[in-house]
């Protein structure tokens, strides 16, 4: 099993560009879900999913898109990036029976 | 609310000694699930320990042990004679249970140097 897996790695844009951070899991969990990492802000929750088709936001959702079509997979989507959106994002997926999170390896974001 | 403080931003010790990072929750749900994560320079996070608040048996795992008081609404996580591997950035974490089970709540981050 790959587990939660992140593409891409790093990622550079401009103000202004759109683009889509991809997430999937083979887990078959039903609970994924968005974090943005931030300098001495520990990680923040953007939005989550408890099932295909159910998203709802979570801490810090401005600024952010997400859908859920599939078990598999869901995709964070800036519409418009910004420079406070430089971060580090990290998926998450976890299964119903409440085991821990699994997370992937993160997305370094730059927004010049 | 739910909130996760860790108070210690930053901490050195010298390898082989022992280094206790504390961590201090605030929730109003009666049962929830505590974490600890590590996230190495690597980057990516560490599933470490999860307690649940229903069990407040303190747990050891080779050189770590976690201590446990819902009375303090603490979980604070200690490792014995640390080791330069130890050097990362450490976690913690809240959840509640069914549906907010996803919905993790993370303190700062403390992070541990270990200086050979």
């Known amino acids: 099993n790959a587990g939660v897996t992140q593409t891409p790695k790093f990622q550079v844009l401009k103000t202004g560009q759109s683009m889509t951070l991809q997430c999937a899991q083979d887990?078959?969990?039903?609970?994924m879900s968005w974090y943005r990492q931030d300098p001495g802000m520990g990680l923040r929750l953007i939005h989550y999913s408890v099932g295909a088709g159910i998203t709802d936001q979570g801490e810090v959702p401005n600024g952010y898109n997400v859908s859920r079509s599939t078990t598999e997979d869901f995709p964070l989507r800036l519409l418009s990036a910004a420079p406070s959106q430089t971060s580090v994002y990290f998926c998450?997926?976890?299964?119903?029976?409440?085991?821990?999170?699994?997370f992937g390896q993160g997305t370094r974001l730059t927004v010049v | 609310a739910q909130k996760v403080t860790q108070a210690q931003t930053e901490i050195s010790v010298v390898e082989k000694e022992d280094v206790t990072l504390d961590c201090v929750y605030e929730?109003?749900?009666?049962?929830?699930?505590l974490f600890w994560y590590k996230q190495p320079p690597s980057g990516e996070l560490v599933f470490l320990i999860r307690r649940n608040s229903f069990d407040e048996q303190n747990e050891i795992s080779g050189r770590y042990s976690w201590n446990f008081q819902k009375s303090t609404s603490s979980f604070n996580f200690t490792i014995t004679a640390s080791q330069v591997v130890d050097s990362a950035v450490y976690f913690c974490a809240l959840s509640g249970l069914g549906q907010g089970a996803q919905k993790l709540v993370f303190g700062q981050g403390t992070r541990l140097t270990i200086n050979p």
């Open positions: 887990m078959n969990h039903e609970y």
């Open positions: 998450a997926s976890r299964g119903r029976q409440n085991t821990e999170a699994f």
């Open positions: 929730t109003r749900d009666t049962t929830y699930y």
